[in-house]
């Protein structure tokens, strides 16, 4: 059931200067109109003395009233013009967070900002990997919107239209990112400090409009001094530690600075005190736990020995029933990991979610300590999920619940904690946000103004959340029971339907069932309305 919540438009801010200052001008043209053109000089006098005064006095009343609006909306703005922190980590499932339930991996600092701010359960992103989902949380439109769906910004198809920072730094806001906001290349991109790529100087897919400034963080990724092991196609363990997108483990020595996100926290810490008095959007993005699972031995000590590690139940026949394109593009099969590799990929993973935590917490500290968190909206995400070998799928891509659905937590000053189980977008921070800042929201986005849930957690602003996977060409449409996920537009790739009620860990599809024919047949008519809504934007013509 889908509320009538509409996009307010226009931020009340804006609106009660305006408001005022017409009474002003209406009350001081009245009496100027009453002198009348011919009159004795006596009259004359006394009504000019009554005019003089009367105008002074109105001027006084006009000097007050806007002397009064002044601070009335200097006051406004003090208490809407929030600075946004937006925390972004890369490649981490919300299933490893112990703020979603997980009992392994203990997540303090993420975890105190789910306790002040609102948490959302079926939060999904629109890409499962990082270049379209990025492209597509900034820009606003979904990933077939604009046609972004490998890894370059969406610059060239939006044009001139502002991304959801530039929208802050075009409105007075000190605009800027630490390390990865846009797709940038993990871990080439982050050991040459740049994205490794040719293109945008050295910054990858990202978007310079977007900021008034921003700085990479390099780091040695997976050639970090320590003991590394490539989990990946190494079976009979001959392989060197490698870069790339691969499975690598090291467990590495010295300490936090040595590392990408040890140097992005530093950075946002610097960057926290030295914008304090300006409103800021500070973009912070951290590279773990993408891999290579790098990150400094300390973290590492709560998941050993890596056999303690429970991998998820595996279902003998569980792929008999997904489409050659629903199987994971990384499989234990695929990637040659027995068990014992299997488990340290678990292990090396929780390490590294464990040390970007503790960069969180950083960042989390120099906002507190500055004074900020009063005035500050802080967002935690991440681009898209992950799979630890559910069904034995690894890594993203997958349009499967743990990867699609994301952790997202939005803690906004004064607003009550709560858990929302509606369903929502990553789309819908650039005009939610914009919003709660008192920022006109564009019509063109195609997010939705989440806000009130922040107010009223039961509120419903959509019946799906949409997610789509280019490279294997999926799509999913997330209803409240249902999970439908197609591959191909004309779903000639084969069809997935699960019963999320009945069956949470998605084991059973139900697609090919007689009688579920007509669920499918549902969900191809919702997926075409769903495709010429998203496709019809002000992008088509510019
Ligand atoms: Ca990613």
């Not at 339930?101 to 306790?115: L, Q, R």
């Not at 921070?429 to 920022?439: E, M, Q, R």
């Not at 549902?522 to 496709?535: D, P």
Request: contains cysteine; neutral net charge; glycine residues 8%.
């Amino acid at each position: 059931m889908t509320s009538s919540l509409e996009k307010s438009q226009k931020p009340g801010f804006f609106l009660k200067p305006l408001a005022l200052a017409p009474t002003i001008m209406i009350g001081y043209n009245d009496e100027s109109n009453d002198v009348p053109a011919i009159i004795n000089k006596k009259r004359r006098r006394t009504r000019m003395m009554k005019f003089s005064m009367s105008r002074r006095g109105l001027l006084v009343i006009a000097s007050l009233l806007l002397l009064m609006s002044q601070r009335l909306t200097a006051a406004e703005n003090a208490a809407e013009q929030y600075n946004v922190l937006f925390i972004i980590s890369d490649d981490l499932t919300a299933t490893a967070l112990s703020c979603y339930g997980n009992e392994v991996c203990h997540t303090p600092n993420i975890d105190a900002i789910a306790a002040k701010g609102v948490r959302f359960t079926r939060a999904y992103c629109q890409g499962t990997y990082c270049g379209p989902s990025r492209a597509s949380m900034l820009s606003g439109y979904y990933p077939h919107a604009t046609g972004v769906l490998g890894y370059k910004n969406p610059r060239p198809q939006i044009g001139d239209r502002a991304t959801w920072p530039q929208h802050f730094k075009n409105n007075g806001y000190y605009s800027a990112r630490v390390s990865k906001i846009y797709h940038m290349g993990v871990p080439g991109g982050i050991e040459t400090g740049g994205d490794g790529r040719d293109h945008d100087g050295g910054n990858g897919a990202d978007d310079a409009a977007s900021w008034t400034e921003r700085f990479n963080s390099p780091g040695p990724e997976w050639k970090a001094a320590g003991d590394g092991e490539t989990l990946e196609g190494n079976p009979d363990g001959k392989r060197p530690v490698v870069g790339g997108n691969t499975f690598v483990v090291v467990e590495a020595d010295g300490d936090d600075l040595v590392h990408s996100d040890g140097k992005t926290a530093a950075k946002a810490v610097e960057l926290l005190a030295k914008h304090r008095d300006e409103p800021f959007w500070l973009g912070v993005g951290f590279v773990r736990p993408h891999v290579p699972f790098v990150s400094p031995r300390k973290y590492y000590e709560p998941f050993l020995p890596y056999s303690s590690m429970v991998l998820p139940t595996k279902v003998p026949g569980d792929w008999d029933d997904i489409p050659k394109l629903g199987i994971n593009y990384k499989t234990s099969l695929n990637m040659q990991m027995d068990v014992r590799r299997q488990k340290k990929a678990m292990g090396g993973y929780y390490a590294s979610v464990a040390f970007m935590d503790a960069q969180v917490g950083k960042v989390m500290q120099a906002l507190r300590e500055n004074g900020l968190e009063k005035k500050t909206i802080v967002i935690f995400t991440s681009d898209h999920g992950y799979h630890l070998g559910e069904h034995d799928f690894w890594a993203k891509v997958s349009l499967h619940e743990e990867s699609a659905a994301v952790p997202l937590i939005i803690s906004v000053p004064g607003k009550k904690p709560a858990v929302c189980n509606s369903l929502v977008e990553l789309l819908d921070l650039y005009p939610s946000i914009s919003k709660l800042c008192g920022l006109e929201v564009p019509k063109r986005l195609q997010g939705k103004d989440i806000s009130p849930l922040l107010d009223d957690p039961t509120l419903q602003v959509r019946d799906a959340a949409f997610s789509v996977a280019p490279a294997r060409k999926g799509f999913l449409l997330r209803e409240d029971r249902w999970v439908y996920i197609q591959y191909k537009e004309d779903a000639s790739g084969g069809i997935e339907l699960f019963d999320m009620d009945n069956d949470p860990n998605q084991y059973k599809n139900l697609a090919e069932l007689p009688e579920y024919a007509g669920v499918v047949k549902q969900f191809k008519k919702r997926f075409a309305i769903k495709m010429q809504e998203l496709r019809d934007n002000d992008l088509k013509n510019g």
